[in-house]
């Protein structure tokens, strides 16, 4: 019989299947484990985030320094800022907090509603502002968020994602990184509700401040012809296309029958 030399059916020294296949299968499912805890504790954190009581929101504002001491370089507009939110809250709100407003130096056109009750204003946003009927209405929107505890379930959320990434990923991993923009693409349309929610309350926080609502969506117009909309922080990032969310203002105006009336000078 003549023997004829051929390549066994089964080699233990090498893998059936592709290195590069198994790195792709592994890391997928790294990814979807990740995705899914963080979805998980997400959803625990919107179980907790109502039974956490105003006076233990007050002690996370230490997470942030002391907001409380703050310094401002533009104490009269701070002062004027402050009566407008304290005449907002004593008239139209009554949510348990001591509202504190605080105006910080920066270029971003943003507000932010911090834990405790603290409403931060940069000076971006200020000098885009026209009328106090929009600033009014700017502090109703960030109101708006406290009403629906929504700055808790955002803080909430970025501190779950922090602790997965630091554990699986290091505290400084481009993996991390990739992963929080998934999650964080993922999550877009969570925080478009949240600020459409908030545009409502901050309409009705108007009417109720004014008697009108005038200058409603004055801001949204103007800021959406700027060219660099990178500035505006979440004005852009996570809120409603400028043009949808005009019209959504526009039709709850003609839905509830409000009016529109002269607006008061800024400051």
């Given at each position: 019989?003549?023997?004829t030399?051929?390549?066994?059916?089964?080699?233990?020294?090498?893998?059936?299947?592709?290195?590069?296949?198994?790195?792709?299968?592994?890391?997928?499912?790294?990814?979807?484990?990740t995705?899914?805890?963080?979805?998980?504790?997400?959803?625990?954190?919107?179980?907790?985030i109502?039974?956490i009581?105003?006076?233990?929101?007050?002690?996370?504002?230490?997470?942030?320094?002391?907001?409380?001491?703050?310094?401002?370089?533009?104490?009269?507009?701070?002062?004027?800022?402050?009566?407008?939110?304290?005449?907002?809250?004593?008239?139209?709100?009554?949510?348990?907090?001591?509202?504190?407003?605080?105006?910080?130096?920066?270029?971003?056109?943003?507000?932010?509603?911090?834990p405790?009750?603290?409403?931060?204003?940069?000076?971006?946003?200020?000098?885009?502002?026209?009328?106090?009927?929009?600033?009014?209405?700017?502090?109703?929107?960030?109101?708006?968020?406290?009403?629906?505890?929504?700055?808790?379930?955002?803080?909430?959320?970025?501190?779950?994602?922090?602790?997965?990434?630091?554990?699986?990923?290091?505290?400084?991993?481009?993996?991390?990184?990739m992963?929080?923009?998934?999650?964080?693409?993922?999550?877009?349309?969570?925080?478009?509700?949240?600020?459409?929610?908030?545009?409502?309350?901050?309409?009705?926080?108007?009417?109720?401040?004014?008697g009108?609502?005038?200058?409603?969506?004055?801001?949204?117009?103007?800021?959406?012809?700027?060219?660099?909309?990178s500035?505006?922080?979440?004005?852009?990032?996570?809120?409603?296309?400028?043009?949808?969310?005009?019209?959504?203002?526009?039709?709850?105006?003609?839905?509830?029958g409000?009016?529109?009336?002269?607006?008061?000078?800024l400051?």
């Amino acid at each position: 019989m003549k023997y004829t030399p051929r390549q066994p059916d089964i080699n233990v020294n090498v893998t059936p299947t592709s290195p590069l296949k198994d790195f792709f299968v592994l890391s997928g499912g790294l990814l979807a484990i990740t995705v899914a805890v963080y979805f998980l504790l997400g959803f625990a954190v919107d179980l907790i985030i109502p039974h956490i009581s105003p006076e233990t929101e007050k002690k996370m504002t230490a997470i942030f320094g002391n907001l409380a001491k703050m310094k401002t370089a533009f104490p009269e507009k701070q002062r004027k800022l402050q009566a407008l939110l304290d005449t907002i809250q004593r008239d139209c709100t009554k949510l348990p907090y001591d509202f504190k407003i605080h105006i910080k130096e920066a270029d971003t056109v943003n507000a932010l509603a911090m834990p405790g009750g603290h409403i931060i204003v940069f000076t971006g946003l200020l000098d885009k502002v026209a009328s106090e009927n929009e600033l009014a209405y700017i502090i109703g929107h960030e109101i708006g968020h406290y009403a629906n505890r929504d700055h808790l379930r955002g803080l909430g959320r970025a501190l779950v994602f922090m602790t997965i990434s630091a554990v699986l990923f290091g505290t400084d991993s481009s993996i991390g990184n990739m992963v929080g923009h998934g999650l964080n693409i993922s999550e877009m349309s969570f925080s478009r509700r949240q600020e459409k929610n908030a545009d409502e309350f901050g309409l009705a926080i108007l009417n109720c401040t004014y008697g009108h609502v005038g200058g409603a969506t004055d801001f949204f117009s103007r800021i959406s012809k700027e060219k660099d909309p990178s500035i505006f922080g979440h004005y852009f990032s996570s809120h409603p296309e400028n043009q949808d969310r005009i019209n959504h203002i526009n039709r709850l105006i003609k839905d509830r029958g409000l009016k529109k009336e002269k607006l008061k000078a800024l400051f």
